[in-house]
């Protein structure tokens, strides 16, 4: 925040400071000024906005026209019965923490591939993906309304950017209890797309992590248990997140994918499994079946939509059935909308995937 001394010099002392960057994009409408264009920025010498610029605040490098503070006038009253006000001159800044990298993250370089399937095995056994592929569920799932799947969040706050920008500053926030802005948006567009299709769907909105990040897990196992116990015929459970993935120096990457012509915030599956430290996990490979025939849906309707499946030694609540599964919508350098997309893209292929069972 600008010194208020500082700020009235900008009244009487002003030094232009031409700053070249290079392109330019715009953000819902807005103009932001990139490669090769020029900024004019008017600033304070020495301890005004020049100062700001070159401090610890911003990498001037990095500057774009909508990180620059912006100073406002508000007028007030200095005494109330004699009607005179004065002008008051603040500013408000933005720290420019990193770059956002979009990025298409290939699930081509997996370490375990059968036909479609990519999957990053880390849990120290060797699995037979074709072999899961190719058998059969251990449960049946029917389009006629009753609930059968249920959709839940155990970090329900993890949230998204508001908007694109080729930068993260210290006022975009990762999580959100706002369920407009965070993935519970995902979970329900997910819902709505099966429910659309007929099938019944438990959709539980709980924001496990709104407390606490410690102890999520434990307090979303509570919910899956307390809907198997009100609903029995519930087979199938979602755990919808989004990632966090850092590029180098701090930078944010956001994976996406072209669909149709328009950006997709690519998905992953994560699943668990019965080794490491994990002994209560007995029946994963049921769990691992439907993962990799979603993988594989995923893959065969929209080629990269999909990272490689990931496959760790841990159980992520998914020994509570044999139809869980965990679902990464995007990361936090993510929009919203690019996550939105997305959820009608799993939704469509699930739907699809439980009408081929």
Same mark, same amino acid.
């Given at each position: 925040?600008?010194?208020f001394?500082?700020?009235?010099?900008?009244?009487?002392?002003?030094?232009?400071?031409?700053?070249?960057v290079?392109?330019?994009v715009?953000?819902?409408?807005?103009?932001?000024?990139?490669?090769a264009?020029?900024?004019?920025?008017?600033?304070?010498?020495?301890d005004?906005?020049?100062?700001?610029?070159?401090?610890?605040?911003y990498?001037?490098?990095?500057?774009?026209?909508?990180?620059?503070?912006?100073?406002?006038?508000?007028?007030?009253?200095?005494?109330?019965n004699?009607?005179?006000?004065?002008?008051?001159?603040?500013?408000?800044?933005?720290?420019?923490? +990193?770059? *956002?990298?979009?990025? =298409? #993250?290939?699930?081509? !370089? %997996?370490?375990?591939? @059968?036909?479609?399937?990519?999957?990053?095995?880390?849990?120290?056994?060797?699995?037979?993906?074709?072999?899961?592929?190719?058998?059969?569920?251990?449960?049946?799932?029917?389009?006629?309304g009753?609930?059968?799947?249920?959709?839940y969040?155990?970090?329900?706050?993890?949230?998204?950017?508001?908007?694109?920008?080729?930068?993260?500053?210290?006022?975009?926030?990762?999580?959100?209890?706002?369920?407009?802005?965070?993935?519970?948006?995902?979970?329900?567009?997910?819902?709505?797309?099966?429910?659309?299709?007929?099938? +019944?769907? *438990?959709?539980?909105? =709980? #924001?496990?992590?709104? !407390? %606490?990040?410690?102890? @999520?897990?434990?307090?979303?196992?509570d919910?899956?248990?307390?809907?198997?116990k009100?609903?029995?015929?519930?087979?199938?459970?979602?755990?919808?997140?989004r990632?966090?993935i850092?590029?180098?120096?701090?930078?944010?990457?956001?994976?996406?994918?072209?669909?149709?012509?328009r950006d997709?915030?690519?998905?992953?599956?994560?699943?668990?499994?019965?080794?490491?430290?994990?002994?209560?996990?007995?029946?994963?490979?049921?769990?691992?079946?439907?993962?990799?025939?979603?993988?594989?849906?995923?893959?065969?309707?929209?080629?990269q939509?999909?990272?490689? #499946?990931?496959?760790?030694?841990?159980?992520?609540?998914?020994?509570?059935?044999?139809?869980?599964?965990?679902?990464?919508?995007?990361?936090?350098?993510?929009?919203?909308?690019?996550?939105?997309?997305?959820?009608?893209l799993?939704?469509?292929?699930?739907?699809?995937?439980?009408?081929?069972?």
């Amino acid at each position: 925040m600008i010194k208020f001394k500082a700020v009235l010099r900008v009244l009487s002392v002003i030094t232009v400071v031409s700053i070249a960057v290079v392109g330019s994009v715009r953000t819902s409408g807005q103009k932001i000024l990139g490669r090769a264009a020029v900024v004019s920025v008017a600033a304070a010498a020495p301890d005004g906005l020049l100062g700001l610029l070159q401090g610890e605040n911003y990498n001037v490098g990095r500057l774009l026209y909508y990180d620059l503070p912006r100073v406002e006038k508000v007028t007030r009253p200095i005494n109330s019965n004699e009607g005179e006000s004065q002008t008051v001159v603040s500013a408000v800044s933005k720290t420019v923490l +990193g770059n *956002i990298i979009k990025q =298409t #993250l290939t699930p081509y !370089t %997996a370490n375990t591939v @059968s036909g479609n399937v990519y999957v990053n095995n880390q849990c120290g056994e060797n699995v037979d993906i074709g072999t899961l592929l190719k058998g059969d569920l251990s449960f049946n799932v029917s389009a006629n309304g009753q609930p059968q799947i249920l959709i839940y969040h155990t970090h329900a706050t993890e949230g998204y950017m508001e908007n694109e920008s080729l930068y993260y500053k210290d006022t975009d926030e990762p999580r959100s209890t706002d369920n407009g802005k965070n993935v519970v948006k995902v979970g329900e567009i997910i819902s709505e797309k099966l429910r659309a299709a007929g099938f +019944g769907v *438990i959709h539980d909105k =709980t #924001l496990h992590d709104s !407390t %606490a990040f410690s102890g @999520s897990y434990s307090r979303s196992a509570d919910t899956v248990n307390a809907v198997l116990k009100k609903y029995p015929d519930v087979v199938i459970a979602i755990d919808i997140h989004r990632d966090s993935i850092l590029g180098n120096g701090g930078d944010r990457v956001a994976p996406v994918v072209s669909v149709n012509g328009r950006d997709a915030a690519q998905v992953m599956l994560v699943m668990g499994s019965n080794t490491g430290a994990v002994t209560d996990h007995p029946k994963w490979r049921e769990n691992l079946k439907l993962g990799v025939k979603l993988q594989n849906c995923f893959e065969t309707s929209y080629p990269q939509f999909a990272r490689a #499946l990931l496959l760790r030694s841990s159980r992520y609540n998914q020994n509570l059935t044999t139809g869980s599964i965990l679902i990464e919508v995007g990361s936090d350098a993510n929009t919203l909308e690019q996550a939105m997309y997305s959820a009608e893209l799993v939704g469509e292929s699930l739907v699809k995937l439980l009408n081929s069972l």
